[in-house]
């Protein structure tokens, strides 16, 4: 079949265009994507890049303070002795071999010599010989240093470390932090300074930023490359090379950079992303410092002026990339979409050809038939209406072509949901249908029509629509309505004759009343005819019933009811009725149908047992213990007051239907999921088993947790399990007696700490733990010095005060893991687990702790006395505690023997002069 170029363009060309715009915004939405996603991308990893920069340095100056302050360097400084030298710089030595960061650690007198020196070499700690210490008075780190005010830190730019006056090789950047120390009097007596290793930094800014590490860098306040991707440009100051700096390579990019903490910027070059870092905190010091050894550093540098950039460069050569490749992937699909409409614009076109030509052979015959014939395009409008559709429907086919819904709209309304749901289904893969359906004509009359349709297709196979044919079938469904109301009254006779059958009219008189009603009610059908029902029934039930039957007669539905007579002896019996509206051929109700049955045993056996309710309810409201039945499928039956009290519910509507697990027994005591599979009450009913549980929680209805002990047995009736009933009662003060008195036997009743027995408890089981890590451990044996004085001046209740707030500053000094007891009087033990499998380095971490506690026990006490009168004055007291430490590791000691080891240790430190540390078997 020759098709136009003409028809086949008209419809082509819009879609060619609607393609070409939608590619257009696509392309530009999906480019818009990737680059969001990338700059989403470089903005993360640079600035996980500055947190890695922040947090890498953030413990050094702690590292620096705490050095500054430690005993031995305090007593090499006030005694510059061989054996002090030595002995600081042995601890020195574990301290650098301990943590590894540290390329140098050093004490420098006033004048800038190196007192005493460590250098961490090929993963060891070594001590430099006193002959190959160097002056270091004109480096720059150490005149800004030494000018610095007690407790500042200075911190020097990160840059290349200089040994004999030269850069050393290979590079070794480096970080130097540095504090002044004095002697007692407050002469400063030279500085502490860490040599920090530089590429710790530089290699956890690698790690953090993997994912773009070929474009990814550190930058200085000053524009130079600390780290870059390309090695040859890093460290540019340090030669004096300022063409090796951004500044000089991307100015317009640097000068956005050097003004903004934070940014994304896309320039000619690329996109820039940056992000900034001040290593330095507020109260610390810094320089510019200097290239040359024995060069000063030109000014002093404040801590917001002291910064380290994170910067992204994407170059704009992979940006094109990106673009370029989306849109050569949108350039093809829409080809291909191009294509695939040609081909289904070609096969319409060639498709509408094939139905104007089938419509022209069907009119031609249908033109002439009795019956009224049609034709349905895809989507339901009409291609054809024969002539005999204004006989059968009284509207002619011009009506029908100008309005697809006038078949709709002449339906009977009974039958249009019905007529809708077929025409709403004009689909090729259709089967053929028929069926009847009713039309209202213009006079108001009713018709019925018999409906017949099936798919046509085209010679090539093509879907073209439905043909139908609609022929009027009002005298033979007349015929079948008469027979089919014979056929529903034998029908609704049969279903309903367990008991006294009947009829009545719209006028609720009786019409027909079979036999058995003087079983039932007490009068015969010849009584009965021709009365109402209400007649005979008990007055108070006359208006329920009639509500009853009224909604039956509107809703055209079956009815069920029960209701009382009264027979001609004056007797009550009860009757159930089930009835249904009787319909004519319009669908009016005209009467109803149904049979009577006689219920009065069962009425009085139903008032017994809910008598017998009634009293079991009785029962359990009486109960303490709160009360609950669960069915077969765990949802509750019924609870007790109790049991409303105890859990917090108002009404027993919030419970009765649920899920008695899923509502109080969902969860463990800390909060965990309690499965029902899991649940023992739960379990024990399914299996038909009693059980007793003396200590789970039930959840009230606010979520917390009430301890009960409960009780729970099966409910079964001849032999069949119904269900189960559940007793508990709340030990909520019996659990807190219970603490009471397990905290009475474990714990100090003043200050809470735990007591001899619990201590002795967690030694044996820190000396197990302690054979399975290979870790040592340590026991520290405290007493108060001159506590008795405070004692007998103000009495116990300062003294005890003051005890209290000793455990306090105690527990401030340890970890969790740790245990402080109070082992009676003034005097304390200290249990440090898990130190290190070194028994040196273990020495010196406990020796750490136990000066902390030594330094905070020794801190002014504020001590409230109350005296005669109610009136409160403050005592100032100042103490020291004398402490004695002993290691541990494994069962290779009693804990006896431990104790013993760490009380006489204790008892030595006080007789070398109070307030003092002592190891009972290592020297510190």
């Known amino acids: 079949m020759n098709i136009s170029p003409f028809s086949f363009l008209r419809l082509y060309l819009p879609i060619v265009l609607l393609v070409l715009v939608g590619s257009a915004f696509y392309s530009n939405q999906a480019i818009e994507y990737e680059l969001t996603q990338i700059r989403n991308q470089e903005s993360a990893y640079i600035k996980l890049g500055a947190g890695a920069l922040s947090?890498?340095?953030?413990?050094?100056?702690?590292?620096?303070?705490?050095?500054?302050?430690?005993?031995?360097?305090?007593?090499?400084?006030?005694?510059?002795?061989?054996?002090?030298?030595?002995?600081?710089?042995?601890?020195?030595?574990?301290?650098?071999?301990?943590?590894?960061?540290?390329?140098q650690i050093r004490w420098i007198d006033q004048h800038g010599m190196e007192k005493v020196r460590v250098d961490y070499l090929q993963g060891k700690a070594v001590v430099i010989p006193t002959e190959k210490l160097q002056n270091k008075g004109q480096r720059y780190y150490f005149s800004d240093t030494i000018k610095l005010k007690p407790n500042e830190v200075f911190v020097s730019p990160l840059d290349l470390n200089i040994e004999q006056n030269s850069i050393e090789v290979p590079y070794k950047p480096m970080l130097r932090i540095a504090t002044p120390v004095s002697d007692r009097q407050g002469n400063k007596r030279g500085i502490v300074i860490l040599n920090y290793f530089g590429n710790e930094l530089l290699t956890a800014y690698s790690d953090a930023t993997a994912r773009i590490a070929d474009h990814s860098m550190i930058i200085n306040g000053e524009g130079y490359w600390l780290k870059s991707p390309n090695p040859n440009d890093e460290w540019g100051f340090m030669f004096k090379r300022p063409e090796l700096s951004m500044k000089t390579r991307a100015p317009l990019?640097?000068?956005?950079?050097?003004?903004?903490?934070?940014?994304?910027?896309?320039?000619?070059?690329?996109?820039?992303?940056?992000?900034?870092?001040?290593?330095?905190?507020?109260?610390?010091?810094?320089?510019?410092?200097?290239?040359?050894?024995?060069?000063?550093?030109?000014?002093?540098?404040?801590?917001?002026?002291?910064?380290?950039?994170?910067?992204?460069?994407?170059?704009?050569?992979?940006?094109?990339?990106?673009?370029?490749?989306?849109?050569?992937?949108?350039?093809?699909?829409?080809?291909?979409?191009?294509?695939?409409?040609?081909?289904?614009?070609?096969?319409?076109?060639?498709?509408?050809?094939?139905?104007?030509?089938?419509?022209?052979?069907?009119?031609?015959?249908?033109?002439?038939?009795?019956?009224?014939?049609?034709?349905?395009?895809?989507?339901?409008?009409?291609?054809?209406?024969?002539?005999?559709?204004?006989r059968i429907t009284g509207r002619p086919a011009e009506a029908f072509m100008a309005d697809p819904n006038l078949l709709l709209n002449i339906c009977h309304p009974d039958d249009q949901a019905r007529l809708k749901s077929h025409l709403q289904l004009h689909q090729a893969s259709d089967p053929p249908c028929e069926f009847d359906f009713r039309i209202v004509l213009p006079d108001g009359k009713v018709r019925w029509l018999e409906h017949a349709c099936q798919s046509v297709f085209g010679q090539a196979g093509e879907f073209l629509g439905r043909r139908a044919s609609n022929r009027d079938i009002s005298e033979r469904q007349l015929s079948e309505e008469k027979v089919r109301y014979s056929e529903q009254r034998f029908q609704d006779v049969s279903n309903a004759a367990g008991e006294y059958l009947w009829e009545i009219d719209t006028k609720m008189r009786y019409t027909y009343v079979s036999n058995r009603s003087t079983n039932v009610k007490g009068y015969s059908p010849e009584e009965l005819l021709g009365h109402t029902p209400m007649e005979f029934m008990h007055p108070d039930d006359i208006a329920g019933v009639g509500e009853i039957v009224n909604r039956a007669i509107a809703d055209k539905a079956p009815f069920n009811l029960q209701h009382r007579d009264i027979t001609k002896s004056g007797a009550i019996v009860w009757e159930e009725v089930n009835g249904t509206p009787i319909h004519d051929s319009q669908g009016n109700v005209i009467g109803l149908r149904g049979a009577g049955l006689n219920i009065t045993e069962r009425k009085l056996s139903e008032l017994a047992l809910q008598e017998s309710h009634q009293k079991m309810h009785s029962l359990l409201n009486s109960m303490a213990e709160g009360a609950y039945g669960v069915d077969m499928n765990g949802n509750c039956t019924f609870v007790n007051r109790s049991f409303l009290r105890i859990l917090g519910y108002g009404h027993a509507d919030e419970i009765i239907g649920k899920h008695v697990h899923e509502l109080i027994h969902h969860s463990h005591p800390d909060g965990t999921v309690y499965p029902a599979s899991e649940c023992k009450m739960y379990n024990a009913f399914l299996h038909g088993q009693e059980i007793h549980v003396s200590d789970e929680v039930f959840w009230n209805k606010n979520g917390i947790a009430i301890p009960v002990e409960y009780r729970s047995q099966p409910i079964i009736s001849n032999g069949i399990m119904l269900g189960a009933v559940a007793t508990f009662v709340d030990i909520t003060n019996r659990k807190l007696a219970e603490d009471q008195?397990?905290?009475?036997?474990?714990?100090?009743?003043?200050?809470?700490?735990?007591?001899?027995?619990?201590?002795?408890?967690?030694?044996?089981?820190?000396?197990?733990?302690?054979?399975?890590?290979?870790?040592?451990?340590?026991?520290?044996?405290?007493?108060?010095?001159?506590?008795?004085p405070l004692n007998d001046t103000y009495g116990h209740v300062v003294g005890d005060s003051l005890l209290v707030e000793v455990a306090h500053r105690i527990n401030g000094c340890v970890r969790e893991i740790d245990t402080v007891a109070r082992f009676g009087g003034d005097e304390f033990v200290v249990m440090i687990n898990e130190l290190d499998v070194n028994k040196s380095e273990s020495a010196v971490h406990a020796g750490i702790i136990a000066e902390n506690i030594r330094l905070a026990l020794a801190k002014p006490y504020l001590l409230k006395n109350k005296r005669l009168g109610n009136a409160e004055s403050l005592v100032v007291h100042q103490c020291t505690s004398s402490v004695g430490v002993v290691l541990f590791i494994g069962h290779e000691q009693h804990p006896d023997d431990i104790l013993k080891g760490a009380d006489n240790a204790m008892y030595k430190a006080k007789e070398l002069g109070r307030n003092q540390i002592y190891f009972s078997d290592t020297s510190h």
């Open 741 to 788: 008195i397990r905290n009475l036997a474990f714990y100090d009743a003043l200050t809470l700490l735990p007591n001899r027995r619990l201590l002795y408890d967690r030694l044996t089981h820190a000396m197990a733990a302690s054979k399975r890590s290979g870790h040592y451990c340590a026991l520290m044996f405290l007493d108060l010095d001159n506590f008795k």
């Open 253 to 390: 990019a640097w000068e956005h950079i050097s003004n903004a903490e934070t940014g994304q910027l896309e320039l000619e070059d690329g996109l820039w992303t940056w992000e900034t870092t001040y290593p330095l905190k507020v109260t610390e010091k810094s320089s510019t410092g200097a290239v040359d050894a024995f060069t000063p550093s030109s000014g002093e540098v404040g801590a917001r002026q002291y910064v380290w950039k994170s910067v992204a460069h994407f170059p704009k050569s992979s940006l094109n990339a990106i673009r370029h490749g989306l849109w050569l992937k949108v350039v093809w699909i829409t080809g291909v979409l191009l294509i695939l409409f040609a081909l289904v614009i070609w096969q319409l076109v060639r498709s509408w050809k094939t139905l104007a030509a089938e419509k022209l052979k069907f009119s031609t015959v249908a033109d002439f038939a009795y019956d009224w014939e049609t034709w349905l395009d895809s989507n339901g409008r009409y291609l054809y209406c024969s002539p005999s559709c204004e």
């Open 55 to 103: 947090n890498k340095i953030g413990f050094v100056s702690h590292d620096l303070m705490f050095l500054s302050r430690h005993t031995a360097l305090r007593a090499a400084i006030e005694q510059p002795t061989q054996k002090n030298l030595a002995h600081l710089a042995e601890d020195f030595s574990i301290f650098s071999a301990s943590l590894g960061h540290y390329d």
